[in-house]
């Protein structure tokens, strides 16, 4: 059972040689009797980048637990069942959820999986567009950022596999939508191919209040934030009165030994905006009717999706820290299997 490790806690950037893909032992393919466990094939492999979180080891509780060294890393996946111990769950069900960065998994906890409804549609889907990325972005634009049609919008991320389909939610409702992304092809992407109507690479500017200024003269209704720091400050410099800022996430941020400081907080009493913060696993309960939708919008050519698919698992190590280094093109997942 091949499984990828990671070697020792990390600080700063990680590094692929903070992973080893070894080859761990051979796993019996049925479920210990009267466990209610599930033994699965993994499919497809999600990189995200709250995995981060999961590299260091924390003294305090964090919202996520810590890797534990020399066993396989968790995260989102596909995955099929192999032998089930469960009689509501077949061999051959497919589900997305929590499972090992390995060829088997055992997996103790079958209710924490989601099953997999549509398969007329490609089964990697369940890593962004239909797993957890997609109804981020759906929970964060919809629930968080309270749109109105007309409104002006910005994402930062905004080729990656949640703001992609921000960008695309916005249009949906008729708003004007600007991303950035780190670099030209993205760019590229982004007004050609996910229809935001600007995009510019955050890379290239030396002042990003005054680039913002410059593709939102009137100012921001919504900001959905994927990356903090100075972004943060050039937009909070940029809102409009009674804008909403979702803080979804802070990718520059998380490898930073000492997190930088914000400093246009004040703008938030003055400009009378509302910013929140959210997880997507305290709304789970409203996913089945976001699966439904946002599968016919893809069904209907409404929603285009960008994936950037690693192969194999040796490929994973690479691909998973890529996300710090914008790497990935699209939505990251590795292929451990298709079959
Ligand atoms: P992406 O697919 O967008 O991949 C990460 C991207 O972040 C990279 O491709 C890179 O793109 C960008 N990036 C990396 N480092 C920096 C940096 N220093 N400054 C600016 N941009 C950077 O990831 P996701 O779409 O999966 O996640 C986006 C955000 O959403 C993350 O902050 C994540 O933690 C958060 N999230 C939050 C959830 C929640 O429940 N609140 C759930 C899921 C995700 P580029 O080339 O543009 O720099």
């Not at 209610?36 to 919202?63: F, I, Q, W």
């Not at 549509?118 to 629930?143: Q, R």
């Not at 590229?188 to 191919?193: A, C, F, I």
């Amino acid at each position: 059972n091949k499984k990828v490790v990671l070697r020792h806690y990390v600080t700063g950037f990680p590094k692929e040689s903070d992973f080893e893909v070894v080859t761990g032992e051979t796993v019996s393919l049925k479920v210990p009797e009267g466990s209610g466990a599930v033994l699965v094939k993994n499919l497809y492999l999600s990189c995200d980048p709250y995995m981060r979180g999961r590299m260091t080891k924390h003294e305090d509780p964090s919202y996520v637990f810590d890797f534990t060294l020399g066993s396989a890393i968790v995260g989102y996946g596909v995955v099929r069942v192999v032998h089930s111990g469960k009689p509501n769950i077949a061999e051959g069900d497919l589900f997305w959820g929590m499972t090992g960065w390995e060829e088997y998994t055992l997996i103790e906890n079958p209710e924490s999986l989601f099953k997999i409804k549509y398969n007329d549609l490609p089964l990697s889907y369940y890593t962004g567009l239909l797993g957890m990325p997609g109804f981020t972005a759906d929970v964060g634009f919809h629930e968080i950022c309270s749109p109105q049609k007309g409104e002006y919008v910005f994402v930062s991320a905004a080729s990656g596999a949640v703001g992609q389909l921000v960008g695309q939610f916005a249009k949906l409702m008729g708003c004007y939508v600007v991303g950035s992304a780190g670099s030209d092809e993205k760019v590229e992407l982004l007004k050609n191919k996910l229809g935001f109507e600007e995009a510019f690479n955050y890379k290239k500017e030396t002042d990003l209040k005054a680039a913002l200024k410059r593709y939102f003269p009137e100012g921001i209704d919504i900001y959905f934030e994927n990356v903090g720091g100075a972004m943060l400050d050039a937009v909070l410099a940029n809102m409009r009165m009674n804008g909403r800022i979702a803080a979804c996430g802070m990718i520059s941020q998380y490898n930073l030994e000492k997190p930088e400081g914000v400093h246009n907080l004040f703008y938030l009493t003055t400009k009378r905006i509302r910013m929140q913060g959210f997880l997507v696993s305290d709304h789970y309960h409203k996913y089945p009717e976001f699966e439904d939708r946002v599968a016919q919008y893809v069904r209907e050519g409404k929603i285009f999706y960008l994936e950037d698919i690693a192969e194999g698992l040796e490929s994973a190590p690479a691909a998973l820290i890529g996300l710090f280094s914008g790497r990935n093109v699209g939505k990251q997942l590795v292929a451990v299997s298709r079959e």
